[in-house]
């Protein structure tokens, strides 16, 4: 006689209940056993079902218990004991809805030929790590679970449909599928509810990551972890999506499009959105958000194309090394938004110790390939004064003097500083026609009240031997005749300060000094006059216009590069 493997015969099972004797006529005839209209809350005699009988069906039942091949279809049931189909082929599809199970199901390496299904039943929590179902595996549309579900390492061929459900991991995570390989979607949307963290770190999903709607709480821990996962579609956490803990993307592939829109990211310890790594080739939209995001970290993050709005960011928004391809979708990149988001990040990034130039230089970058320059310029501008702020100019070497070392700190601070003033660091060269002008107009004025004072006179001695008469005011001396050069104002201040440039002003006139005293420090300390002032003036603009004009020249002709060039 054949020996077969213990409740593998249907005589093992009699008697029958009156819910099994019903589910066994309908796995004959490929009918659904519907033992209730929804899933009961008591065991009775008419409702129960024995977990091993299910498990004596779901492996094929016997030739006095055959199934059809739309595999077994039970409703209503009350599930007793633990259904363990570890290491098990189930040759059928396995679809038990809107049932409650007094135990765990297991299905640890177990393999499902078809689809498996607990539509609306109610689970204290399911173990199928490294589960194979050929087709879709269905826990939606009410399915409860007190504790952990488990699909660590699972091949599912088609999707992982969850939308509707309420886990609760208790202690633990309350969805925990890392490694695993879903050839179609996760959808965990429609209100999908986990109490504890949902984790699919290094899960690969041919389709899309679902999650519009979705409440999760990751009880002061993480509240969604996909962290190098690869999707071959979008992410969407939007339409409501709401995260009580961080939502961790580091290191995820992203082939579509990432969407976080009208959600909620909220966390009180760790990072609300931590991104480091994050690529998506297509379009990350960060807007329309509930609540402004704080504490968002995309260091080394990569995205085709970037779609947000002002009030998407908190403060503390981590940005080195982001890079974003195109901002789009009416997104701002106006350089007064872009700069206040580049001034939400977090305070050590932005000082000595730690500065992080590169968000400010791929914003100026991009913002330029977009033909928006005078908005890439402001930017530059903002990056040399963040730069100078941050102590960062004038870097020496540690083994140098400490003399030294401020001297040239010193020096190349305020030459920075007055490069900045005068040519906006060469990304604005003419302003510095507008200083030039400037100081022409204020050192005419000078000059003007100085020769009105008498304090200017001709170059050329031989005017006071023959005209002594005009030594109280040259300027406005009727004697001096009218082919010597006459003393304009704005032709000498001109004059001065155009190193180039011969007016004959600066050739044929001159501030009159007092003769010097013989005492250094007495000529030094109080020996002042307006005189003197004039004197002043007119070395500072030369000195400023041989610095201007060489200045100008080595901007233009490119002696002189920007720091983006």
């Not at 066994?24 to 659904?32: H, T, V």
């Not at 990211?265 to 790594?277: I, V």
């Not at 903002?382 to 870097?395: V, Y």
Request: charged letters at 20%; hydrophobic letters at 40%.
């Amino acid at each position: 006689m054949k020996q077969h493997p213990t409740g593998r015969t249907l005589a093992e099972f009699k008697p029958l209940t009156p819910a099994e004797a019903q589910l066994l006529e309908a796995c004959k005839s490929g009918l659904s056993a519907n033992l209730g209209d929804s899933r009961p809350s008591a065991e009775s005699h008419a409702n129960t079902v024995r977990a091993n009988f299910l498990r004596f069906l779901a492996l094929g039942g016997s030739d006095k218990a055959p199934i059809h091949e739309r595999g077994i279809q039970l409703s209503g049931a009350w599930v007793k004991g633990t259904l363990d189909l570890t290491n098990a082929t189930v040759p059928t599809s396995l679809a038990i809805c809107h049932s409650h199970f007094d135990s765990h199901p297991v299905l640890n390496r177990a393999e499902v030929i078809g689809a498996f299904s607990l539509v609306g039943s109610q689970v204290p929590g399911l173990k199928a790590d490294r589960l194979t179902c050929r087709d879709s595996v269905f826990l939606r549309d009410g399915f409860r679970s007190t504790e952990e579900i488990r699909l660590l390492g699972a091949q599912i061929g088609g999707s992982l449909s969850c939308g509707g459900a309420k886990l609760d991991g208790k202690d633990g995570d309350a969805l925990s599928a890392d490694r695993a390989v879903i050839k179609g979607d996760v959808f965990l949307n429609n209100e999908f509810t986990a109490t504890g963290q949902v984790r699919l770190l290094g899960a690969q999903i041919g389709g899309n990551l679902e999650c519009g709607g979705a409440k999760l709480d990751g009880k002061e821990g993480d509240a969604l972890s996909t962290s190098r996962a690869v999707i071959q579609g979008n992410v969407l956490l939007n339409k409501g999506f709401t995260s009580i803990g961080t939502v961790r993307l580091n290191g995820m592939k992203i082939s579509g499009n990432l969407e976080c829109n009208d959600a909620t990211f909220s966390s009180n310890k760790d990072h609300t959105l931590s991104a480091d790594g994050l690529s998506v080739n297509g379009r990350f939209v960060f807007k329309n958000l509930r609540t402004s995001a704080r504490r968002v970290s995309l260091a080394s993050a990569r995205v085709g194309r970037l779609i947000d709005d002002a009030a998407a960011w908190g403060d503390n928004v981590v940005l080195d090394g982001f890079v974003y391809g195109h901002i789009s979708g009416g997104a701002p990149t106006d350089a007064t938004t872009r700069l206040q988001w580049l001034n939400k990040q977090p305070q050590g990034h932005r000082t000595a110790s730690s500065f992080r130039p590169q968000p400010w230089k791929q914003l100026h970058n991009l913002l330029l390939s977009m033909g928006h320059a005078e908005d890439a310029r402001q930017v530059a501008i903002a990056l040399e004064d963040h730069l100078r702020t941050a102590d960062l100019i004038g870097q020496t070497p540690q083994e140098w003097p400490a003399w030294k070392r401020f001297a040239y700190r010193a020096t190349a601070r305020g030459m920075h500083a007055a490069f900045g003033q005068l040519m906006g660091y060469g990304y604005r060269p003419m302003r510095l026609g507008a200083w030039m002008v400037g100081v022409w107009l204020v050192c005419s004025a000078v000059y003007w009240t100085a020769a009105l004072q008498g304090a200017m006179g001709p170059s050329n001695p031989l005017a006071f031997q023959k005209y002594d008469s005009c030594t109280s005011n040259w300027y406005l001396c009727p004697e001096l005749p009218e082919e010597y050069t006459g003393f304009s104002p704005l032709m000498y201040s001109l004059d001065v300060l155009l190193p180039v440039v011969n007016l004959q002003q600066e050739q044929d006139w001159a501030p009159l000094i007092p003769t010097p005293k013989a005492v250094w420090y007495e000529e030094l300390l109080g020996h002042w006059t307006s005189k003197h002032v004039v004197r002043l003036f007119v070395w500072f603009e030369i000195l400023f216009g041989w610095v201007a004009s060489l200045l100008l020249v080595a901007v233009l002709s490119g002696l002189t590069k920007r720091r983006d060039e």
